[in-house]
């Protein structure tokens, strides 16, 4: 049974309206990314949560995700400005967070021992974990890659915007086209202060750019995107002041 509440989940909604581009997406990830400030700085490393559903509908994305997280982060891996924690839902309840690593070869390892499995969205504890873990150490961003979202939205949209307050931004990246989720990620994202973006599977260079970008963001700006090669990275410095 879902819980009470305006829920979406991977049921054809009526009233949906068509998203953008995903070219459009991610200029608008750019130009956010343009406005925040650098989380990270000379104050210590930078703290990512790097969050998925690893429910089974995700099994195709989540062995993506597995490749992808390594390119997230080899360009920052001799900065060492990086700390990441993996945290991940999925079956009945079983929502498990890792310790938190700078070696991204530590992260692979970790993402390799886990399989998806069928369940509902946990997307609450995702959030009350951050604001948790923020509470002991500032956590400079979340990342969350998901497809679906079967919760009270009005619960999550409070969840998030406490986060927002707290300078914890969410960046949220839809994986396909279920309709009625793309609103409700998006309101996340700016309750948050975070972006958002749609990523295709069959594309794997852009997620893996973006994710990149993030990544950066939370170990430093300037500096980290500097160390980088990729066009979203151009973007972003020659829009950073």
């Known amino acids: ?28 990830f750019v130009n956010r990314v343009k406005a925040m400030t650098p989380a990270g700085g000379t104050a210590g490393r ?7 559903d ?35 839902f999925r ?5 498990r967070a ?11 390892r970790l993402m390799s021992g886990i399989d998806c499995r069928g369940g509902h ?5 995702v959030f009350s974990h951050a604001r948790a873990e923020h509470g002991r150490q500032r956590i400079n961003a979340i990342v969350y ?46 309750l948050s202060k975070g972006a958002y973006a749609r990523f295709d599977a069959s594309a794997p260079d852009q997620l893996a750019s973006l994710l990149r970008a993030v990544a950066a963001y939370a170990a430093g700006g300037r500096n980290s995107l500097q160390l980088q090669n990729n066009s979203t990275a151009r973007a972003l410095l020659a829009q950073l002041r």
Not at 98 to 108: E, M, Q
Not at 121 to 125: A, C, F, S
Request: hydrophobic fraction near 40%; glycine fraction near 10%.
């Open 145 to 190: 890659v998901g497809d679906a979202m079967e919760e009270d939205v009005d619960a999550l949209s409070h969840k998030a915007g406490e986060l927002g307050l707290l300078g914890c931004p969410i960046f949220i990246f839809q994986e396909g086209h279920v309709p009625g989720v793309e609103p409700a990620f998006r309101e996340f994202a700016r």
């Open 98 to 108: 890792s310790k938190w690593v700078a070696d991204p070869n530590a992260l692979a």
């Open 46 to 52: 930078g703290r990512l949560l790097f969050a998925l």
């Open 1 to 28: 049974m879902k819980p009470p509440g305006k829920t979406i989940g991977r049921q054809t909604t009526p009233d949906v309206r068509p998203s953008p581009s995903s070219s459009g997406d991610i200029q608008a």
């Open 121 to 125: 969205t946990q997307i609450g504890k």
């Open 54 to 88: 690893a429910t089974m509908s995700r099994q195709p994305t989540w062995d993506l995700a597995c490749s992808l997280q390594g390119e997230m982060f080899k360009t920052l891996a001799e900065t060492q400005a990086l700390s990441v924690q993996l945290l991940y």
């Open 91 to 95: 079956g009945l309840g079983e929502c």
